[in-house]
């Protein structure tokens, strides 16, 4: 698992609670080890994290992911309101589109 994790890249993700950052890397390392199944050969993950609508209580999260296989580049964008769903889904989506 620790070459697959030098491979991940996550950005606008500082802002996020101690509570919210482990399960944030647990839904990408479960989603990581499938990418690196599929892959021929994974270069790099990058996920990147923007909140959209800053109001208390109804905050939007849009979350880009893209993954660099073999030179292949599969990309997702997914904009919900709560953050571990956006990132689920943003991943599954590269993840389909792989497959």
Do not use: C, W
């Not at 893209?66 to 904009?79: A, Q």
Request: avoid cysteine; glycine fraction near 4%.
């Amino acid at each position: 698992m620790g070459e697959i994790g030098q491979k991940i890249s996550l950005s606008g993700f500082k802002d996020i609670d101690s509570v919210t950052f482990p399960m944030v890397n647990k839904i990408v390392m479960t989603h990581a080890a499938r990418i690196n199944e599929l892959a021929k050969n994974m270069e790099n993950i990058h996920i990147t994290l923007k909140p959209v609508h800053q109001r208390e209580k109804s905050e939007k999260y849009e979350v880009h992911a893209k993954v660099i296989d073999d030179g292949k580049v599969y990309v997702s964008k997914v904009t919900e309101r709560n953050l571990l769903a956006a990132l689920d889904k943003a991943l599954n989506k590269v993840i389909h589109e792989m497959d």
